[in-house]
């Protein structure tokens, strides 16, 4: 715990501007983020006696190690740069909205040739437009299938479309009239966009007109004697109207807004977001938060409003926000929402009429999603607790591991050995840290030996990157001064780029010290504990010895009896079944078993895949496909001469004669074989992936 004064600032260092400022702790990483009207007068508020901070500040500021700030113009650039940061650095004090679930959207694929209406979840994406957020994905369904009598709008998937364009026939919903098929022509290009714009401009709200040009075309074909078209047109209408009384009319003046309302206690807030369009609530979706930091109602408006719109530009953001408070001061936010919508927006508290009543049923969603939070929650805080608490009690530490960090190691009979590291933070899982490895030290089967080279990986980054970030700068069980020798250095294979990967993102490579990001391995842990009994602790023990780490504890997970090994101990320690420390080592384990198991199967699918034709330089897969398909299978391209080969359409001499060189280097594989009945499928020599890869299916 440090104290706020070893890193406060000397007086007149702070400007007195607005910024943007940074609590940061020991290892460089950033906890919190705020901006300020005054630099100097807010965090001045940050450095006074710890007896009248609040107490999620104290602990705070006594976690921090130093702050820093970045002084901007105006308090809309402050805004806006403390999104970007909250967003970037995920800081564990400021609040941060989780949803409970992935909200599901109807989107129209407009950045593609033929427009498709699907069910979408997660980040939205570039030339896509997007309807809702839903509370289920059936609602979209029916919905969609409602519309697709009057806008008959592609909806299969690209193999699907594919397949029907190559076979010359639409699929069931082409017959039935519930497709355009454009797939096979029925349509151009033009007319069916045409037609998904119409779509989207319907679910958009601007319905009236679009269906009293539909009454007027059934009232001229009736007039015309055409009574089919006319009973089709009023079918059509009927659809639509079933469509749009499934949001009932809230707003009577066509009102597009946005209703937010909060609840909370003392120590967590629901906020629910009910989006009217046309004045039909268009969309509902809701938030759970822990109060980490001592915020206002408004202050939690606010956050709400950063998380809506922070990514939104044009009319994805309102005309009208209508909350329940107002954040202090609300000027800068309200010119953000003007500047991300590109005009006017007002943000306002509702005060009388029928936004005001709908205000309210938005705030009795609110109490009731907290409540219901509460009920499924609420005992998960105490029973986290407990479970680290009994932990540490049984392994005997000295503090609850706040951090665990979890390995397990998979492979198939000794091929495709890999091993995964899991983290877990409050007894939650933080699968933004999660890690992958490949076991390159050695070949073959050995568990023991993989544990010793995944653990010396892991804490030789940790310790490389305190001595990047200056906190370490000897090499451990070296005398003072002396540097450690080129062996020691290499004694286990160095990590890169390619040894480790993130489950959620993409990661970067090296460390990132300078800009708070979370870096590869740079947070210790206060728990190792790995899948395994006394063999693979003592590994696991033995690497971190080499490395002089003597902090950080383990113990290893035994699946047999559910038994807890520690270091150099003869006999397990043995958890209660009914204990709470007991179930989340169970859980930390799993993860780390699914985790390995799941990129272990990935890699083992790459490598049946593959084909000699995979090696061939500037040979993509589209000439690699059409050359399989011309020759039917390996063994007869083999066989073939380069005149041959170079009358594949797209494949030149050259090609041709890289292709040749490469399959006459390359040994014949065994052929396919059915297991179930022992029959070869293919005696010619072909690999089975190849084989797959011809006929379109997985091998």
Known sequence: MADPSSYRPKPGQIPDSPGVYKFRDEHGRVIYVGKAKSLRQRLANYFQDLAGLHPRTRTMVTT?????????????????????????????????????????????????DFPRAQVMRGAKKKGVRYFGPYAHAWAIRETVDLMLRVFPVRTCSAGVFKRSAQIGRPCLLGYIGKCSAPCVGRISEADHRELAEEFCDFMAGRTGAYIRRLERQMQDAAEEMEYERAARLRDDIGALKRAMEKSAVVLADATDADLIAVAEDELEAAVQIFH???????????????????????????????????????DAVPKEVLVPALPDPVEPVAQWLTQRRGSQVSLRIPQRGDKKDLMATVGRNAQQALALHKTKRASDLTTRSRALEEIAEALGLDSVPLRIECFDISHLQGEDVVASMVVFEDGLARKSEYRRFQIRGFAGQDDVRSMHEVIGRRFRRYLQEKQKSGEWTEEPGQPDGEAPEASEASEAPEVTAGDIAEDTAPA???????????????????????????PQVAAARRAMDELGIDDVAVCGLAKRLEEVWLPGEDDPVVLPRSSEGLYLLQRVRDEAHRFAITYQRSKRTKRLKASPLDAVPGLGDTRRHALLKHFGSLKKLRAATIDEICAVPGVGRKTA????????????TAPAVNTATGEIIEDDGAPPAALSAERGQEP
């Open 64 to 112: 921090a190690a130093s702050v820093e700030w970045t002084v901007v113009s105006t308090e809309v650039e402050a805004l806006q740069l403390e999104y970007s940061w909250i967003k970037e650095f995920d800081p564990r004090f400021n609040v941060k909205y989780r949803d409970d679930k992935s909200y599901p959207y109807l989107a129209v694929t407009l950045n593609e």
């Open 276 to 314: 009217v369009r046309g004045g039909r609530v268009r969309g509902q979706r809701g938030w759970v938060t822990d109060k980490v930091e001592a915020v206002t109602t408004g202050d939690l408006v606010e956050h709400a409003l950063q998380q809506l719109y922070g990514d939104e530009q044009g």
């Open 508 to 534: 970067t490579d090296g460390p990132l010290d300078d800009d708070g990001r979370p870096k590869r391995f740079a947070y210790p842990p206060q728990l190792v504990v790995v899948d395994g009994g006394a």
């Open 657 to 668: 004669e890289t292709v040749a060189a490469a399959l006459a280097g390359a040994a014949p």
